[in-house]
């Protein structure tokens, strides 16, 4: 029986592939900021689905980093393999878009510049609540666990279901919104801390 023996340049290919799959789970590292002990920070992965009536699925997935100092929010989004594409940065009354080849965009909101980019709302701006395990203005329907954190409510036109809990909120937000003519699914699972 004959021995198989790859040349260098497949046994090669076949190490890059493997470290493409490893990387494939990678989440972008945490936003480096000011040392600030109330700033909140997250990272994990998220999903995107979009279902236009009469069409087929789009979705998109990838990883998200959290900065959250309070006057100035900083999220990152990051393809599956991990690489920065872009960087959203929220002030009062103003929200910029820097994608990784330098070109940006701005918007008065966060929501509107996410929905602007995107062509689908995204609630940035109620995240800066949920991710917390908080509701924000104008929720209903709030139900709670059995800790009397928020476990599901509706609040600005999201079904928002939060799950998983560790000392700063839930690990795993799913949002949903039903429109006329389309369904939009969010869902982001939170790396352990």
Same mark, same amino acid.
């Given at each position: ?6 040349? =260098? $340049? ?22 480096? =900021? ?17 279902? &236009? ?39 009062? =009354? ?70 998983? $809990?560790?000392?700063q909120g839930p690990r795993l937000l799913q949002l949903s919104r039903n429109e006329a003519q389309r369904d939009i699914r969010v869902r982001?699972?939170?790396?352990? &801390?």
């Open positions: 029986m004959r021995r198989m023996v790859w040349p =260098g $340049y497949r046994l090669f290919a076949a190490l890059c592939l493997g470290a493409a799959l490893l990387a494939g789970c990678a989440t972008p590292q945490r936003i480096a =900021g000011q040392a600030d002990e109330n700033a909140f920070d997250r990272t994990g992965r998220f999903a995107l689905t979009v279902e &236009q009536r009469n069409e087929a699925p789009e979705a998109v997935q990838g990883g998200f980093a959290w900065h959250d100092a309070g006057d100035v929010l900083l999220l990152d989004l990051a393809n599956p393999l991990g690489s920065t594409l872009a960087r959203v940065e929220v002030r009062p =009354g103003h929200a910029v878009l820097q994608r990784s080849n330098g070109a940006t965009e701005a918007a008065s909101s966060p929501d509107a510049l996410v929905e602007q980019v995107l062509g689908s709302p995204i609630p940035v701006a109620g995240l800066r609540h949920w991710l917390k395990g908080r509701t924000g203005p104008g929720a209903q329907q709030l139900q709670t666990d059995e800790q009397g954190r928020p476990a599901q409510f509706i609040q600005g036109g999201w079904r928002v279901v939060l799950s998983r $809990y560790d000392p982001l699972a939170v790396d352990s &801390q």
